[in-house]
């Protein structure tokens, strides 16, 4: 299988090479004020790649160049794939969108909404309807996460050792069996709120195909699209090029390590809880890959994945009543902004660029992850752009619009 298709021209695929250049000249600028230790970014149009650069350190402490192969922790950008996943299994029939969870997870028959209280005390109501597959894939489950901090239903989670991707303990299952004790923020389809819903969803994923989900990744997607270094984990042959991840508090300002990118570190080890929230590990071309397979409607290099229909579906906006995140919105936290945008089967997607104040095209698809990596799926353009460093939290910079920006003003036909 060719795993990297030719670099071409950018002129020949209508960008401005000149202008591309910008893009790493931009972003090199945080790098040597220090503000992050290095980046990765490609840009592709018309399924070939006109731009991929890297610049700065993978770590800064011991001198690591990045690289075209550095493996990054992807967080949220897991999500896409997840969701992914399971409409695969809704292609082969195995359930419907209106279906409630609890046919396929018991333990969520009886949820409950919260009502008010504190976090050691409180009153909860029946949900006025159940939740559906469908709540979970848009974020409209009622679902919380615990790094919030804005809800006592937040502390719960933490109180329960629920702590998205970092969850450790527990299995995937036990996870999913914990959430049924917690209440909901809110009655499901009353409102968009960033959660752990994907996480639910990875566990529908096992329980629908019968098969872990690790094992199921594996085998139907990063094998038939040559996603080598995709993983949950970084086997000990590939520690050497993943990235050390750093954090900045956006309170106090203080920086420092999260997370060394070596035997150390979580992530080089097969961890217990599977998150398809957030727990994947992957680099830019594999992650490109991804991208370029749903670009092209499920097929890469001849190798289908999916139907195109469905792709489509899944990138139209599915928040009751046509509305934008911005309206269904309860949470102060999205890993993109909710101006002008609804929100897919996974994906967020532009509904109106002049509203989200960044350029861009009508149905971009697109998301990002906790350490401010981001891509995002041009259709009408028919271009694809990846970011990735290692920086947490996402929010500590405006690197996404700032790439948007860059990347848009180099097309020129």
């Known amino acids: 299988m060719n795993i990297m298709p030719r670099i071409a021209k950018p002129e020949d695929v209508g960008l401005d090479p000149s202008r591309l250049s910008n ?16 980046f990765s970014t490609l840009i592709s149009r018309h399924g070939e790649i006109a731009h991929f650069e890297t610049a700065g350190q993978r770590d800064r402490e011991r001198g690591l160049p990045m690289e075209k192969d550095t493996i990054f922790r992807i967080y949220s950008m897991t999500k896409p794939i997840t969701s992914l996943a399971l409409m695969m299994l809704y292609e082969e029939g195995h359930f419907q969108l209106t ?31 159940e939740m559906t597959i469908r709540d979970l894939l848009t974020h409209t489950s009622g679902l919380t996460y ?8 937040d502390a719960l989670y933490r ?12 299995t995937l299952k036990e996870t999913v069996e914990a959430l049924a004790g917690i209440p909901l923020l809110f009655s499901p389809g009353k409102h968009w709120n960033y959660s752990v819903a994907t996480d639910v969803c990875g566990y529908l994923v096992e329980v629908l195909s019968g098969r872990p989900l690790d ?13 080598n270094d995709t993983s949950f984990f970084v086997p000990k042959e590939k520690l050497d090029r993943f990235a050390t991840n750093y954090f900045r508090d956006p309170k106090t300002r203080k920086s420092g390590i999260m997370d060394v990118g070596d035997e150390t570190s979580s992530y080089a080890k097969p961890p217990r809880f599977l998150s398809g929230g957030g727990g994947l590990t992957s680099t830019i071309t594999d992650y490109w890959r991804f991208c370029q397979m749903l670009l092209n409607g499920g097929e890469l290099e001849g190798v289908r994945l999916c139907s195109p229909k469905t792709i489509e579906f899944m990138t139209m906006n599915h928040l ?25 089967l ?17 149905g971009n698809f697109s998301w990002g992850g906790a350490a401010s990596t981001y891509f995002w799926i041009d259709p009408e353009e028919d271009m694809i752009a990846i970011f990735m460093t290692q920086l947490y939290p996402s929010s500590t910079y405006p690197f996404r619009p700032q790439l948007q920006q860059l990347v848009y003003g180099s097309v020129i036909e």
């Open 159 to 170: 109180k329960a050792g629920i702590e998205g991707a970092n969850t450790v303990g527990m």
């Open 320 to 344: 009751p009543g046509g509305q934008t995140m911005k309206e269904m919105s309860i949470s102060a936290f999205s890993e993109l902004a909710a101006e002008g945008a609804g929100f897919g």
């Open 215 to 227: 094992e199921f990744f594996a085998s139907r997607i990063f094998a038939p699209l040559g996603m």
């Open 346 to 362: 996974g994906f967020q997607v532009t509904l109106d660029p002049a509203e989200s104040q960044a350029i861009g095209s009508i």
């Open 146 to 153: 615990g790094f919030m901090y804005e809800h006592p239903v």
């Open 23 to 38: 893009i790493t000249n931009y972003f090199k600028s945080y790098v040597d004020r220090g503000k992050i230790a290095g």
């Open 99 to 129: 279906h409630p969870v609890s046919r396929y997870i018991p333990a969520f028959k009886n949820l409950e909404v919260w009502v008010g209280g504190t976090a050691e005390k409180y009153e909860t109501k029946p949900c006025e309807r």
